[in-house]
């Protein structure tokens, strides 16, 4: 049997983590679309619930989206009846947006069918292993977890 093509490449760390990104991005992305969801705006409609009221221009900063790709996207949320904008108290030029029922119920769906696509990815692992492997991701990537 023939040596795998790119051996060099393939023991890079910077690799390997990059094709185990894309694996889990496929998994997540096949449970979102299962519930009409795509990922950017599963990523909205999050942080949307977590930072609620929030101004437009505030939440595409937190989720670091371009701020016209974040209106599609908002457009798309409230099109679909998930989210709400409007005026922020704090100043009324600007939008608030924040969640409706409908989009805290469809959330809490796609954040446990997200779940189950992750422990899909990590169940090579064992319990131990997967909170090592978390534990180093979050070290290298230079997040605290939070």
């Keep these: ?15 390997l983590l990059g094709r185990t ?20 705006h599963h990523v909205v409609l999050s942080a949307v619930r977590d930072l609620a009221p929030v101004a437009q221009a505030g939440l595409g ?7 016209k790709d974040l209106v599609g996207v908002l457009n798309d949320l409230q099109a679909a009846g998930l989210v709400l904008r409007t005026p922020d108290p704090a100043d009324r030029r600007k939008n608030a947006v924040s969640l409706t029922d409908e989009g805290g119920r469809l959330l809490a769906r796609c954040e446990e069918a997200a779940r189950a696509a992750n422990d899909t990815l990590l169940a090579p ?14 070290r290298i990537s230079g997040t605290d977890g939070s």
């Design 61 to 67: 900063r937190s989720v670091s989206l371009d701020p």
């Design 125 to 138: 692992l064992s319990a131990a292993e997967r909170d090592q492997f978390m534990g180093l991701l979050i």
């Design 1 to 15: 049997m023939a040596e795998a093509p790119l051996p060099a490449i393939r023991s890079l760390p910077s690799w």
């Design 21 to 40: 990104a894309a694996r889990g991005r496929a998994l997540v992305a096949e449970a979102l679309a299962e519930h009409g969801m795509r990922m950017w």
